[in-house]
């Protein structure tokens, strides 16, 4: 089981910068596949970024790549996620997701556990 409270959400303008949060508790935490994914109303949930346990690979979604980052703090089961040059295609509901089975279950959304999600809004 693993429980996961996200931070950061928030509002910017285009070309501007914002950084989520995701802690992680449970048995399995500090040995899960964590990444993030975003809804937009009318669509399916879209995958973002995604990173192992070691947090020695990263995958990411072709339309953040090269703007997004993710990152691990396995001692602390916290995983962040640096958003940059961000565009109102970026506007979206972003959801934390966690993953006992290592990051390409999490990425085809099987035995995936969920955070509550955060808005991001980004205005021009």
């Known amino acids: 089981q693993v429980q996961l409270l996200e931070l950061g959400g928030g509002s910017v303008q285009a070309g501007g910068s914002l950084r989520l949060s995701c802690a992680a508790s449970g048995r399995t935490a500090s040995r899960s596949a964590m990444g993030w994914f975003r809804q937009v109303p009318g669509k399916e949930r879209e995958f973002v970024a995604a990173i192992t346990w070691s947090g020695d690979n990263t995958y990411y979604s072709d339309s953040v790549k090269g703007r997004f980052t993710i990152s691990r703090e396995n001692t602390k089961n916290t995983i962040h996620l640096q958003m940059n040059t961000l565009s109102p295609e970026d506007t979206a509901v972003y959801f934390c997701?966690?993953?006992?089975?290592?990051?390409?279950?999490?990425?085809?959304?099987?035995?995936?556990?969920w955070g509550q999600g955060t808005q991001v809004t980004v205005s021009s």
């Open positions: 997701a966690a993953s006992d089975k290592g990051p390409f279950i999490l990425m085809r959304k099987i035995n995936v556990y």
